[in-house]
């Protein structure tokens, strides 16, 4: 097992993936004001800047564009999905098997798991599956650990981020990706129930430059290793703009207001 450290998609002990699986997920409703996203080029144009790690994408996407980016860009391949379409209990779809996944190239495998879902148990065993696989491959796996289902009616409050972080870690996730807690205290909880393991926060839907990197510098305070994020980036007019930033941020311990005064 290659400890995550060495992986490529971790620089300096930091993290920033960008995602762009928001057309499964989401569907094409998060082009609407940005439609040249579309092309799935332009978002791997930006996943070129120094700062970013990884970008997250799922296989068709993997397969259509990867191939013009593998020298310049690391790739994490999101292992399972489920569209907006789907209006049962939370699930994911497994859409691509981990041997897939290395032969595409990936650099490391996302798979979510909804903790609290009716699905949960098919879920982890999927999950166990895919963590395996991938440490036969030393492919690390990031999970995007999303408690979420009929029984949970708010999925960010402090405990239910705590427990996601805490379930990724005793899952053998290499890295947990969890929506923002509130607070730089109750990400701080979080952190510190992951033990070792590192946690990353959620980007969520794009708000003002200063917002964004406010909440990325408490995240980073609190112990986090940084983002996976999407809509923040990749919805900019400027995301260069955006992850220069975040890269003083991230890598450098900036404030926020130091890097956007740069
Ligand atoms: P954003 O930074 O745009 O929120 O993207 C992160 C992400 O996890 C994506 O990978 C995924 O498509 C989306 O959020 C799923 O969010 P949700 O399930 O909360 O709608």
Known sequence: MIPIDDSPIVRDGKVLILAMDHGLEHGPVDFEDVPEKLDPSTVFETATHDAVTAMAVQKGIAEGYYP??????????????????????????????????????????????????????????????????????????????????????????????????????????????????????????????????????SGGSKTSDYEFLSTVEAVMDAGAKGLAVGRNVWQREDPTHLLDALETVIYEGATADAALDE
């Open 68 to 201: 013009s980016y593998e020298d310049d860009v690391n790739l994490l391949l999101k292992i399972n999905g489920t569209s907006n379409l789907w209006m049962g209990e939370p699930d994911s779809a497994v859409n691509c098997s981990v041997d897939y996944a290395a032969e595409l190239g990936a650099d490391a495998l996302g798979f979510t798991v909804y903790g609290g879902s009716n699905n949960e148990i098919e879920m982890v065993e999927e999950f166990r599956d895919v963590q395996e696989a991938g440490r036969d491959h030393d492919l690390p796996t990031v999970m995007w650990s999303y408690p979420r289902g009929q029984g949970l009616k708010n999925d960010t409050k402090p405990s239910t981020i705590s427990y996601a972080t805490r379930l990724a870690l005793e899952l053998g996730a290499d890295v947990a990706k969890v929506k923002y807690p509130g607070s730089k205290e109750a990400m701080a909880h979080a952190v510190d129930c992951a033990g070792d393991m590192k946690v990353v926060m």
